[in-house]
């Protein structure tokens, strides 16, 4: 069974911190997407990352895959209230994703 | 933006009863997917769904649970006798190509409560 561990399980900062969100495994995945999901709604994706080293940015998130395709970052710079959710990670097999628990993000004004 | 649906948005239902959640996936996406995700838990994957077959399906996914595609939009997961352990939010996704390739779309969930 693959496991996704993410870490921290929750973040309280103030708007304008950066933080660093975690996702480790001790299997390689051909390819790991990372979401975001408030409350009562599904997840939303906000990237996939693919080949190893791989690092893409969106806006104020930088998302990056370790060369060995085993764990992934998510870094936020300037933190706003708006990004207040629970940020997943989930690895891809042929046609399933395996999630790792979330994050969840509170930022305060 | 097209997006996938799923009704009803709260289900509530007794022990052993019969139950269908249905989800429209995106309209041009050809592979359907059902997850769970317990109160406070992780988003689990039940099965998933390709050219009218399950194409894998977990362990969670034992006989009392089925998928159709009964026409061309809809595409339900029936669980046949319920269990309080059934309960969840459930949610659909569907994705143009396999997984592996392809983000998944997701709806907003069925929030399944067995009494």
């Known amino acids: 069974t693959q496991l996704l561990e993410q870490s921290p399980q929750f973040l309280s900062i103030q708007e304008g911190e950066n933080l660093t969100v975690y996702c480790n495994s001790s299997s390689v995945f051909s390819s790991l997407q990372w979401y975001r999901q408030e409350p009562g709604e599904g997840p939303v994706l906000l990237v996939t990352v693919v080949t190893g080293g791989e690092v893409k940015k969106l806006k104020r998130l930088t998302f990056q895959f370790g060369d060995a395709r085993k764990d992934s970052s998510l870094h936020i710079t300037a933190a706003q209230p708006g990004d207040t959710g629970l940020y997943l990670c989930a690895g891809a097999g042929y046609s399933t994703l395996t999630f790792g628990k979330g994050t969840m993000l509170l930022v305060s004004p | 933006e097209p997006e996938v649906t799923q009704t009803p948005s709260h289900q509530v239902t007794q022990m052993g009863q019969e139950v269908i959640l249905r989800c429209v996936p995106i309209?041009?996406?050809?592979?359907f997917y059902w997850y769970r995700q317990i109160l406070g838990q992780k988003v689990e994957f039940l099965v998933s769904f390709y050219n009218n077959e399950i194409s894998e399906k977990s362990e969670i996914f034992d006989d009392q649970f089925s998928v159709e595609r009964p026409d061309g939009s809809n595409f339900t997961l029936k669980i046949r006798s319920t269990k309080l352990e059934d309960s969840a939010m459930y949610f659909c996704?569907?994705?143009?190509?396999?997984?592996?390739?392809?983000?998944?779309?997701f709806g907003d969930g069925t929030r399944l409560s067995i009494l």
């Open positions: 309209s041009n996406h050809l592979y």
């Open positions: 996704a569907s994705s143009e190509w396999q997984a592996l390739s392809q983000p998944q779309h």
